[in-house]
């Protein structure tokens, strides 16, 4: 099975931020050591004035499989001293040769970010304003003025995960003993960080920081995976390995069913029971001309019916779709020489858009031979230098042969059952604009018509500064949510 890359997700939608000059983190996942946190602050001159340069570098390794995936972050900002933001700065390294960065200036009450993948730019212009923070922003804000019990406190966060400026809402509890991870216990303040964008809430960002007097966070958690936790700690605790990489990303995030699904791959039809455990099936999972939710008998309960689609299938749509499907962008890079090298040899002979589609996807699942966990996410062009990678790596260099040849296409992210398993792991496959439909295709599974197994959370064409926000759905499943089928033919 190939699922998501969710090592490179997890660190990009949770890492958090800031605290004293120089402090260590250490990262548990379900109790199991993944990673460590380091954040150091300095001062820095320039042309007389005082200002912070704050960095952040992140890294996480997990096994997947049989292989172990490490992924590092670096988040960096020039601030002044009472913490405007004057620039950012964020450095993904998940690939093999590949890094992701995005940098921007904030110029006349305007941000403008660009991201870079390979030598590919993308731009974007965010309006900027003088209370917004940087992705560290409720760290800061605590420890330059502590909150005490039953405080409230509101913040303008920039989120790197999103590229967006979100709202945050602190809520300090009470002081209550907390385990660390070293097994002892502290009396710390509890606060509460509510994350919300555009008015709706981000339940899948919220987390519980844990701080002492001064204002500093020694411990932050969610309970995702059966909790994702960050200690302060020393240097050397941080670094230490701790032995072998015991989480399992892949079976760790596994959604176990109750009835099984025989012969998932041959499905043209499934109805499935769904509920969620605080959260709506029906604002997380998508309905779409291939799958439809209605309300289900009890709270946060739904009944979820996916039939399998062909190009011919459905109601027609409208006769063009937006450019963004069919240009190349940082990740599903069309205009790659080697790319369109492939995609030309791939559809050799044939002259209908479905049967090219349908040879991409076959020629891609022959032609990925290296099939494995290790590349977290690789772009187009690398995969097609490469030939490597899991189901990521499948979908985007699928999509970008189908834009090569003029076919518009996105990414599909969601979940897909495992008969190993008897439950649903995390996937990326592939959706095609074809006769006026989304069509959808699993290069991964070398599927043209991708079976009733295959479960729809969000669609991206991974265009813009922000390719990952389509990711950000995940961590609302992950968890916490029970799906089992119930009809299936």
């Not at 548990?28 to 004035?49: C, D, Q, S, W």
């Not at 499934?270 to 709506?280: A, I, N, P, S, T």
């Not at 390719?467 to 499943?477: C, D, K, N, Q």
Request: glycine share 8%.
């Amino acid at each position: 099975m190939l699922t998501l890359g969710l090592a490179t997700v997890l660190p990009l939608l949770l890492a958090a931020g800031a605290r004293a000059q120089e402090a260590w983190d250490a990262i548990y996942l379900a109790g199991t050591k993944v990673g460590h946190v380091h954040t150091f602050v300095e001062k820095v001159h320039n042309k007389g004035k005082e200002y912070l340069r704050v960095r952040i570098d992140i890294e996480q390794r997990f096994k997947r499989g049989r292989d172990v995936s490490v992924t590092r972050l670096t988040y960096g900002t020039i601030e002044t001293l009472d913490g405007q933001v004057l620039r950012l700065d964020t450095l993904i390294d998940a690939a093999q040769q590949q890094r992701i960065r995005t940098h921007g200036d904030v110029i006349r009450g305007e941000m403008k970010l660009v991201t870079e993948v390979a030598g590919a730019k993308q731009e974007l212009v965010i309006p900027w304003s003088g209370d917004i923070r940087g992705p560290y922003a409720a760290e800061q804000s605590i420890a330059r003025k502590p909150m005490k019990e039953h405080e409230t406190r509101s913040l303008k966060m920039f989120m790197p995960t999103l590229n967006k400026v979100c709202d945050i809402d602190l809520k300090a509890q009470t002081v209550e003993p907390t385990v660390m991870g070293d097994g002892t216990k502290r009396s710390l303040l509890r606060i509460d960080q509510k994350t919300g964008l555009d008015g709706q809430p981000k339940p899948e960002f919220d987390m519980t920081l844990w701080v002492d007097l001064e204002g500093q966070v020694l411990k932050q958690e969610t309970d995702l995976l059966g909790g994702y936790v960050q200690y302060r700690t020393t240097k050397q605790a941080a670094l230490a390995k701790g032995g072998p990489i015991e989480f399992d990303l892949i079976a760790g995030s596994m959604i176990k069913v109750k009835h099984a699904l025989p012969d998932a791959d041959s499905t043209k039809f499934v109805r499935y029971q769904l509920k969620g455990k605080d959260v709506e099936p029906a604002k997380i999972i998508a309905a779409d001309a291939r799958q439809s939710l209605q309300a289900g008998a009890e709270k946060n309960s739904a009944i979820l019916e996916v039939k399998s689609m062909g190009p011919l299938d459905g109601e027609a749509g409208p006769a063009d779709v937006d450019a963004q499907y069919l240009r190349p962008n940082a990740l599903v890079t069309s205009d790659n020489r080697q790319v369109q090298r492939l995609a030309s040899k791939a559809t050799q002979g044939a002259v209908d858009p479905w049967q090219k589609a349908v040879k991409i996807e076959e020629w891609v699942h022959e032609h990925i031979t290296q099939k494995n966990f290790s590349i977290a996410f690789a772009a187009a062009n690398e995969v097609a230098d490469n030939l490597a990678g899991d189901c990521t790596e499948h979908s985007v260099l699928a999509a970008a042969m189908c834009r090569a040849v003029g076919i518009p296409s996105r990414v599909v992210i969601g979940l897909v059952y495992v008969k190993q398993q008897t439950g649903f792991g995390f996937h990326m496959w592939v959706e095609v604009y074809i006769n006026q439909r989304w069509v959808a295709i699993d290069p991964t599974w070398k599927q043209a018509t991708v079976d009733a197994a295959h479960i729809k959370i969000s669609e991206s064409s991974l265009d813009g500064v922000a390719p990952f926000e389509a990711f950000s759905p995940i961590l609302r499943v992950m968890g916490k949510m029970e799906i089992d089928p119930i009809e299936f033919r």
